[in-house]
């Protein structure tokens, strides 16, 4: 096999488990856990199907979460790891993209121009990641929150380091609902305690909070001398 069919079949592996880990995830994972255990078999293959995954999701405009499930599918709790690597990776496209037009749409539209202005004031009171923490653990979707950090002009390593510590409760949420794959074939649960939704929203929120508040109404409300 030469190598273009290698990375063709890779490609094509990657788009199978999208599929099946979507339809185990949202449906019933009986009918897709013969062909996922196939791919979890060979650590190597289901890696490299996991790369292509991880390269196609902001294509497919998936949760980033989704990686996680596959990782911990695949790997267990060590997946914790490979699923916040994942994470971080597929939130680079939409942030670039965002970055790279960032300009141009400022120049064309008043509205980009002043959610860009908005995005950098905010940036700049808190820092570029603990913005991106902040807002990475809040249940809002992943590219709207890479968009908005490429928009606001944040760094690069503010990103990958702000979407490292946002999403790893995200990652151990996914990982958790991967490893319990078997046990939903066999009919048993994998329910997620709401309380820990509700206190990683809260924390994102808190730490947003302070900010907010000195850029967007405090100033605005003081007297002008």
Do not use: H, K, Q
């Not at 890779?10 to 199978?16: E, F, S």
């Not at 790997?75 to 680079?92: L, N, Q």
């Amino acid at each position: 096999m030469n190598r273009r069919t290698g990375v063709v079949g890779y490609v094509l592996a990657g788009v199978a488990l999208a599929a099946l880990a979507a339809v185990a995830w949202v449906v019933s994972p009986e009918a897709v856990l013969g062909p996922l255990t196939w791919l979890a078999d060979d650590p190597v293959r289901f890696g490299a199907a996991l790369v292509a995954l991880t390269a196609i999701r902001p294509l497919l405009a998936w949760p980033t979460t989704l990686l996680a499930v596959v990782a911990g599918f695949g790997y267990g709790w060590v997946g914790v790891p490979i699923g916040v690597a994942a994470m971080v990776a597929t939130a680079f496209p939409p942030y670039w993209f965002a970055r790279a037009g960032r300009v141009r749409a400022r120049e064309g539209s008043r509205v980009a121009d002043r959610l860009c202005g908005a995005g950098e004031r905010l940036a700049d009171a808190t820092g570029g990641v603990r913005a991106v923490t902040a807002t990475r653990l809040l249940p809002v979707p992943s590219d709207a929150v890479s968009v908005a950090a490429g928009g606001s002009g944040i760094r690069l390593r503010s990103l990958l380091v702000g979407t490292a510590f946002g999403e790893l409760p995200w990652a151990i949420v996914g990982v958790a609902i991967g490893v319990s794959v078997d046990r939903l074939a066999d009919g048993g649960s994998a329910s997620i305690d709401p309380t820990v939704l509700v206190a990683m929203a809260g924390l994102g929120a808190l730490l947003l909070a302070g900010p907010l508040y000195r850029t967007f109404i405090r100033d605005r409300a003081s007297p002008i001398a």
